[in-house]
């Protein structure tokens, strides 16, 4: 875990979900662990994003050559406008599209309601190599589903478990999870909806059952801090990432992932030719 450039302490170290923290006391304006601006965070972004597209190459390149099963998945959670399409965008966007295996989870079709919750979200992990995204996931059955109670609560309250084992599963199989927590504030979020009517552009974005979940905060608050106190674990921990300054956020998960990516200390695969017959074998070609 190292410290880049305009980070006082790694983005990991100060962005980790601890015993004491409290969804409703977050600054969700701050940029913890940064210093520096919006400028020095937009050229980081563009540098950063460098890095992290060759380490996904990296990977990808590495399942070539190996049995062993290694990907990253990357969770992202939050309340819409949170801005989670901006990391995908922004973020993923760097990465070459090959190596992504991208998900989103909406309300589940009647199909996916016959399955267990995790049936369509273990159709999308990411394969071998892969840097998978997940906008959305199974943590919307212990959220949105806990706020509306749309299964009893005894069913629900099963689920933390049962996800924690699901998760020790997935990284005992070789993926790293990388979980990212969004928050904006209420007054942000407003603004940020105000913005989508305000724009023909946005309107496609619009969904008046955002408005009405925003009544329903304090119960999404709570539901987030149970989901963070009790999911958060050794081998999957929660990052929680402020959400209102989109340039912090867009960031903070490049570091996420390339210090995740950095851990598993993948090299290039070695030659499985004889490089220097190669050379003289094209030069004469
Ligand atoms: P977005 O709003 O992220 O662009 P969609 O409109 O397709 O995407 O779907 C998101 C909606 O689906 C959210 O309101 C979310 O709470 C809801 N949703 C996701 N998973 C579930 C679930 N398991 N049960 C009920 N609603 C869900």
Same mark, same amino acid.
């Given at each position: 875990?190292?410290?880049s450039?305009g980070w006082?302490?790694?983005t990991?170290?100060?962005?980790?979900?601890?015993?004491? !923290?409290?969804?409703?006391?977050?600054? !969700?304006?701050?940029t913890?662990?940064f210093?520096g601006?919006k400028?020095l965070g937009a050229r980081l972004l563009?540098?950063r994003g460098? +890095?992290?597209?060759?380490?996904?190459?990296? @990977?990808?390149?590495?399942?070539?050559?190996?049995?062993?099963?290694?990907? +990253?998945?990357? +969770?992202?959670?939050?309340?819409?406008?949170?801005?989670?399409?901006?990391? +995908?965008?922004h973020v993923?966007?760097?990465?070459?599209?090959?190596? =992504?295996?991208?998900?989103?989870?909406? =309300?589940?079709?009647?199909?996916?309601?016959?399955?267990?919750?995790?049936?369509?979200?273990?159709?999308?992990?990411?394969?071998?190599?892969?840097?998978?995204?997940?906008?959305?996931?199974?943590?919307?059955?212990? @959220?949105? =589903?806990?706020?509306?109670?749309?299964?009893?609560?005894?069913?629900?309250?099963?689920?933390?478990?049962?996800?924690?084992?699901?998760?020790?599963?997935?990284?005992?199989?070789?993926?790293?999870?990388?979980?990212?927590?969004?928050?904006?504030?209420?007054?942000?979020?407003?603004?940020?909806?105000?913005?989508?009517?305000?724009?023909?552009?946005?309107?496609?974005?619009?969904?008046?059952?955002?408005?009405?979940?925003?009544?329903?905060?304090?119960?999404?608050?709570?539901?987030?801090?149970?989901?963070?106190?009790? !999911?958060?674990?050794?081998?999957?921990?929660?990052?929680?990432v402020?959400?209102?300054r989109k340039w912090y956020t867009r960031l903070a998960v490049t570091e996420l992932?390339?210090?995740?990516?950095? /851990?598993?200390?993948?090299?290039?695969?070695?030659?499985?030719?004889? =490089?220097?017959?190669?050379?003289? /074998?094209?030069?004469?070609?």
């Open positions: 875990m190292g410290t450039e006082l302490i790694p990991a170290k100060a962005l980790r979900v601890t015993s004491t !923290t409290r969804v409703g006391e977050l600054d !969700t304006n701050g913890p662990g210093e601006g400028s563009e540098e460098a +890095v992290l597209s060759e380490l996904q190459e990296k @990977l990808f390149a590495c399942a070539r050559t190996t049995d062993e099963h290694r990907s +990253v998945l990357l +969770v992202l959670q939050g309340m819409d406008t949170a801005g989670k399409g901006g990391v +995908v965008r993923i966007g760097h990465v070459d599209p090959q190596g =992504v295996d991208h998900a989103s989870f909406g =309300v589940p079709t009647p199909e996916e309601k016959r399955h267990h919750y995790l049936w369509r979200v273990r159709r999308e992990l990411p394969r071998k190599g892969q840097l998978g995204v997940f906008d959305r996931s199974h943590y919307e059955d212990v @959220l949105v =589903v806990r706020v509306h109670d749309l299964v009893p609560r005894t069913e629900w309250e099963a689920r933390y478990d049962e996800i924690n084992a699901f998760e020790r599963d997935l990284v005992d199989s070789g993926t790293t999870l990388v979980k990212v927590a969004m928050f904006v504030s209420l007054d942000e979020q407003k603004a940020r909806l105000a913005e989508r009517l305000d724009r023909p552009d946005k309107y496609w974005k619009y969904n008046p059952g955002d408005v009405t979940e925003r009544g329903f905060w304090p119960r999404y608050q709570e539901a987030y801090q149970a989901m963070l106190d009790r !999911t958060s674990t050794e081998h999957a921990p929660w990052f929680v402020p959400s209102d992932l390339i210090d995740a990516l950095e /851990r598993l200390e993948l090299s290039w695969p070695p030659a499985d030719f004889d =490089v220097e017959a190669e050379k003289l /074998r094209l030069a004469r070609s």
